[in-house]
């Protein structure tokens, strides 16, 4: 945290949005009437789960990477053949926990291993796995937080996880109207706004921080020359703020960028697919264009 707030300008880690406020926070955002980006994946998921399914190989394990509320799996798990286990990974236990137990009563056959661990980093899955084809599943725009260097890192990292001949399944906002960009990120509700400010409430907690969020707003505006939103935090006046023994200084009007999200033509996720080592073998994409969902494989 310290390592980011010493930047120009100054950043934090949107890793750190997930504890279990930030959870519950992103649950109630998926649900928002301005936040398409989950509707309009579960509404591909439930319409194409069944021919995506058919291209996938029997008895595959599948590992969910940042599986959350384990929400989209399901339209999946119903269509593929007898697959052998599935492994969530997500840094929240609370949500790991929880998903596991309802999936686990859903499908009493299956095997259900949860990690818990930040996806981002290097994984070991050979004890939850066993032998057999492999399929990773990235939904939620995840991929768009990453820069595009760094999703491009990710991809292949995925890929080494899962192993040769693996498949991925990656789901992207795609690039739209300015203003439903800003009202998705911006919701009238504030919840948005909560769940940016939860990460410095975050902070004080753990860290022993002296963050007044009274004194921070949220804005995130479309940066449409790198193509993504962006999320910030501005301090409202000139303040110092104390995380345990160390002291940081802001102006006012001063930002904290804690997020960006990238929104992505076929073209431009092709090229970051190929750079990883994959290829894409099919695209889903809804009659709005809001949303698409890639397979990909080695």
């Given at each position: 945290?310290?390592?980011?707030?010493?930047?120009?300008?100054?950043?934090?880690?949107?890793?750190?949005?997930?504890?279990a406020?930030?959870?519950?926070?992103?649950?109630?955002?998926?649900?928002?009437?301005?936040?398409?980006?989950?509707?309009?994946?579960?509404?591909?998921?439930?319409?194409?789960?069944?021919?995506?399914?058919?291209?996938?190989?029997?008895?595959?394990?599948v590992?969910?990477?940042?599986?959350?509320?384990?929400?989209?799996?399901?339209?999946?798990?119903?269509?593929?053949?007898?697959?052998?286990a599935?492994?969530?990974?997500?840094?929240?236990?609370s949500?790991?926990?929880?998903?596991?137990?309802?999936?686990?009563?859903?499908?009493?056959?299956?095997l259900?291993?949860?990690?818990?661990?930040?996806?981002?980093?290097?994984?070991?899955?050979a004890?939850?796995?066993?032998?057999?084809?492999?399929?990773?599943?990235?939904?939620?725009?995840?991929?768009?937080?990453?820069?595009?260097?760094?999703?491009t890192?990710?991809?292949?990292?995925?890929?080494?996880?899962?192993?040769?001949?693996?498949?991925?399944?990656?789901g992207?906002?795609?690039?739209?109207?300015?203003?439903?960009?800003?009202?998705?990120?911006?919701?009238?509700?504030?919840?948005?706004?909560?769940?940016?400010?939860?990460?410095?409430?975050?902070?004080?907690?753990?860290?022993?921080?002296?963050?007044?969020?009274?004194?921070?707003?949220?804005?995130?505006?479309?940066?449409?020359?790198?193509?993504?939103?962006?999320?910030?935090?501005?301090?409202?006046?000139?303040?110092?703020?104390?995380?345990g023994?160390?002291?940081?200084?802001?102006?006012?009007?001063?930002?904290?960028?804690?997020?960006?999200?990238?929104?992505?033509?076929?073209?431009?996720?092709t090229?970051?697919?190929?750079?990883?080592?994959?290829?894409?073998?099919?695209?889903?994409?809804?009659?709005?264009?809001?949303?698409?969902?890639?397979?990909?494989?080695g």
């Amino acid at each position: 945290m310290l390592h980011g707030l010493a930047q120009t300008p100054k950043t934090l880690p949107c890793t750190y949005f997930y504890d279990a406020t930030g959870a519950r926070l992103f649950t109630r955002i998926c649900r928002l009437p301005e936040y398409y980006l989950t509707r309009s994946e579960m509404a591909l998921l439930q319409q194409h789960g069944g021919e995506i399914a058919r291209r996938v190989p029997a008895h595959v394990g599948v590992v969910e990477f940042g599986s959350g509320s384990s929400r989209k799996i399901d339209l999946l798990l119903e269509h593929l053949d007898r697959p052998a286990a599935y492994v969530p990974v997500d840094v929240s236990l609370s949500c790991l926990q929880s998903a596991a137990r309802a999936l686990r009563r859903r499908y009493p056959g299956l095997l259900i291993a949860p990690v818990h661990a930040d996806f981002t980093t290097h994984l070991e899955l050979a004890q939850q796995l066993p032998a057999g084809p492999k399929l990773g599943f990235f939904p939620g725009s995840t991929l768009g937080n990453f820069d595009p260097a760094d999703a491009t890192a990710l991809l292949r990292r995925f890929a080494t996880t899962l192993g040769e001949g693996c498949q991925l399944i990656v789901g992207v906002d795609t690039k739209k109207d300015v203003c439903r960009l800003h009202a998705a990120y911006n919701d009238a509700a504030g919840v948005t706004a909560a769940f940016n400010l939860n990460l410095l409430r975050r902070i004080n907690r753990e860290l022993g921080g002296t963050f007044d969020l009274r004194q921070f707003v949220h804005r995130a505006p479309y940066n449409r020359a790198a193509g993504r939103i962006e999320m910030h935090l501005i301090s409202l006046r000139a303040q110092t703020v104390r995380i345990g023994n160390a002291q940081v200084t802001f102006r006012a009007g001063e930002s904290i960028h804690t997020e960006n999200s990238y929104k992505y033509s076929l073209a431009d996720f092709t090229a970051i697919a190929s750079n990883a080592g994959l290829a894409v073998r099919g695209t889903w994409i809804d009659r709005q264009r809001s949303f698409s969902v890639y397979l990909c494989g080695g």
